[in-house]
């Protein structure tokens, strides 16, 4: 017998959303959403300069956050973490998909390693880097986690968002109620990513999504890579160089995958094509590993055929600036990072050939504020005729010369020797010295408190009889023996190993295809920062390789999606403004905060959690539906006994007898229903208006949301007919 069926009524939830920063603006997001009282961070951004002033919200909050979510691998989105988990104190658990955990961490070991290749950065390091990449819990996509303590009831659930491998939707559901986090999402399906899944959901309770592109056209696929190709090729064959400013790890996949097709195709071999940063192997390697992550066709294209489109055959993975000099001497493209040029060696170049008309500098993003690359871009977008110049502080490190590597080598003698001493006298003999003496406290170097601590274990010591010296404790070791000897620990005899990179040094220390593997056992090295005046002479180029939803979809998306509540963050104030007024005519409430503006939703609606008997259970039948989901029908009635506060839910009358009428369930897409009766039946499909032609005789026509079949009676029908009706249909 299973346990009465129990009805609990509850009173919703109060939920509140306040932004750290991210609106009316395109600064990096960060926002705080209070589920009761379960305080969720929504995205760790910072941008490329790493200004401490911009976190000084986040110090305010980060000692109450409970969890993270992350969206995306980039800066704009997790940035901030190393700093707010080193310095600000911010403890909990981070919740991100696999590529967002191992691009991510890419790409901050190349912002720290870009930064302190120019400046004596210590605004956080690679030690910070890996605690806070450390706190992290891997999730695959649609995969539920139900939190525990403060967060007991909800449910986080990451979808796929599309823009970056990896990329989430974020719902968060508390009793009947879900929150939605889209931002940066893009519905487009693309060379390596599948597009977002925001579509699928219906009315949520909140939705918090951006406005970037709120006042933004896009043009399709197709003639946006034709546009690159051909910018760059015309670069090329004029004896120019190319170079493309890029992220690390994150859109910088797609725009690689469009240029490495384009060199196999043509089988280009007069000019070189280079991906440069700290990390370039590592994110060409990671990207091998994550392909069920992508577009399904890349996934089903390694099944067949074993071959992975992220071997690039065509791309020069270079770390240095001194591995790029070393390709051929002929025109080269070369997909820099850092793309806001405010460090990393896409600055060195930008330096080296912004002076020569013959270069190109495409730029594939809108540049984040106040960097290097705003400024270009605005010039770009003037009506200036002169050349753009500007002063920029670069910096670099050399060698140190004798005198220095002296000092140095004696500097690093005398440390090494006081940390030697200091262990002999405090930790080795195992006693805990509290205190000195009050006439050694001022002892300065660590010989002379080594010898004040001498004096104070001898005084007060009485020799024991038959002693010549006074007896000082020794713990000894206790070691474990067998018949043979002291036991011998296996692990301590183990052979070099190559685990999955986990730090700062494992992650660099491996492979880097003739990179330097010991990058981060830096020679003595000094930094040397001089003022550099550039002239751009070399041709400017935008090409939007963004990977967003323009303003037409946001606006057909969420209008589908028909959230009762719509918050609008990140985007500009002009694009905000644009999209509220849409929505407003559309839905019932929508906000756009000012930064630091809370907004509070409350849930009025009662609901009532139910739990079955395992014997009504038995009778219940379920079929698979849309994909992933089991329906049935369900015919019972609810009984109260008197003095009993519980439920019980029992089978009516002649319900194991009854028989329901046939229903489908879900919504009907063709483009997913093509895919589905492709693998699964290995028919030849294609789309012609309202509907679909499978194999050669049978055609699927969708009016509304009914289907109907039309085809010869044969096999190839009632097979058809039969997958069709297993997605939908219920009975």
């Known amino acids: 017998m299973g346990a009465e069926a129990t009805v609990t009524q509850t009173t919703g939830s109060r939920t509140r959303f306040v932004p750290l920063c991210g609106v009316h603006g395109q600064e990096p997001m960060c926002y705080l959403l209070e589920v009761d009282a379960f305080v969720f961070l929504l995205d760790c951004g910072w941008d490329d300069r790493t200004d401490v002033m911009d976190l000084v919200e986040l110090k305010e909050h980060a000692g109450r956050v409970d969890a993270v979510l992350v969206s995306h691998a980039d800066t704009r989105h997790l940035g901030a973490l190393p700093y707010a988990v080193g310095k600000l104190g911010l403890e909990c658990p981070v919740y991100a998909t696999l590529p967002v955990h191992k691009m991510g961490q890419m790409v901050l070991y190349d912002l720290y390693l870009s930064k302190r290749a120019e400046e004596d950065y210590d605004t956080f390091d690679l030690n910070d880097v890996d605690r806070a990449f450390g706190m992290f819990n891997t999730m695959r996509y649609a995969q539920q986690i139900n939190l525990s303590g403060k967060g007991e009831g909800i449910t986080i659930t990451p979808f796929p968002a599309g823009h970056s491998v990896g990329g989430t939707t974020w719902r968060i559901s508390k009793e009947a109620e879900d929150i939605l986090y889209a931002v940066d999402y893009n519905h487009r399906k693309e060379r390596h990513l599948n597009g977002a899944a925001l579509h699928t959901f219906n009315r ?43 992220d690390t790890a994150t859109r910088v996949l797609e725009i690689l995958l469009v240029l490495d097709s384009h060199w196999e195709h043509q089988k280009i071999g007069l000019y070189s094509l280079a991906f440069l940063n700290n990390v370039a192997y590592n994110v060409v390697e990671f990207a091998k590993s994550m392909l069920e992550f992508m577009n399904s066709d890349i996934s089903k294209s390694f099944e067949h055929t074993r071959d992975n489109v992220f071997d690039c055959k065509n791309v020069h993975l270079c770390h240095n600036m001194e591995e790029l000099e070393e390709l051929p001497d002929q025109p080269k493209v070369v997909l820099a990072s850092m793309a806001s040029l405010e460090a990393g060696m896409g600055r060195n170049l930008l330096v080296d050939w912004a002076s020569n008309p013959d270069n190109l500098i495409l730029f594939v993003e809108r540049a984040q504020a106040g960097t290097v690359s705003s400024f270009i871009q605005a010039y770009m977008d003037s009506d200036e005729t002169e050349d ?63 010898r004040a601590v001498g004096q104070v274990l001898i005084e007060g010591f009485e020799t024991p009889e038959g002693a010549v010296a006074p007896l000082f404790p020794f713990p000894e070791e206790d070691v474990e023996r067998d018949e043979y000897g002291e036991v011998l620990d296996p692990a301590e005899f183990a052979g070099d190993e190559e685990p999955s990179p986990t730090s ?228």
């Open 388 to 450: 753009f110049q500007a002063r920029i502080m670069m910096g670099h490190r050399e060698p140190l010369d004798e005198v220095e590597l002296v000092e140095f080598q004696e500097a690093e003698e005398a440390r090494k020797e006081e940390e030697m001493l200091a262990d002999a006298v405090y930790g080795d003999a195992g006693l805990e010295i509290m205190d000195l003496e009050e006439g050694n406290a001022n002892a300065g170097t660590v010989q002379e408190k080594a």
């Open 204 to 246: 949520p309770a909140v939705l918090i999504t951006d406005a970037y592109n709120g006042l933004t056209e896009q043009t399709s696929r197709k003639l946006r890579d034709r546009t690159l190709v051909a910018g760059v090729m015309q670069t090329l064959r004029s004896g120019g160089n190319v170079l493309i400013p890029v």
């Open 504 to 731: 700062a040094a494992e992650a660099m220390g491996g492979k880097s295809d003739g990179g330097d593997t010991d990058m981060l056992e830096e020679s003595p090295t000094k930094l040397v920062v001089e003022e550099v005046d550039i002239v751009i002479r070399a041709s400017l180029q935008y090409i939007d390789f963004e990977g967003r939803s323009d303003e037409r979809s946001i606006k057909n998306i969420v209008t589908q999606v028909q959230p009762r509540q719509l918050i609008l963050v990140h985007g500009s104030t002009e694009a905000t403004q644009s999209l509220k007024s849409h929505f407003e005519t559309v839905l019932k409430s929508v906000h756009a905060p000012n930064p630091l503006e809370p907004v509070t939703i409350d849930s009025v609606s009662a609901s009532y959690r139910l739990r079955l008997t395992e014997d009504f259970m038995r009778m219940v039948r379920f079929s698979r539906v849309a994909g992933n989901y089991q329906v049935a029908w369900v015919d019972g009635e609810l009984k109260r006994e008197e003095g009993n506060e519980a439920l019980d839910l029992v089978p009516s009358q002649g319900a194991l007898h009854a028989v329901q009428k046939a229903v489908f369930v879900g919504e009907t897409r063709l483009a997913e229903l093509k895919e589905i009766i492709q693998s699964t039946l290995n028919l030849s499909v294609r789309f012609i208006p309202g509907g679909l032609v499978c194999g050669d005789r049978v055609v699927v026509r969708k009016e509304g949301q009914r289907l109907s079949f039309e085809g010869a009676l044969s096999e190839e029908y009632y097979r058809v007919r039969e997958v069709v009706y297993a997605q939908y249909h219920m009975c």
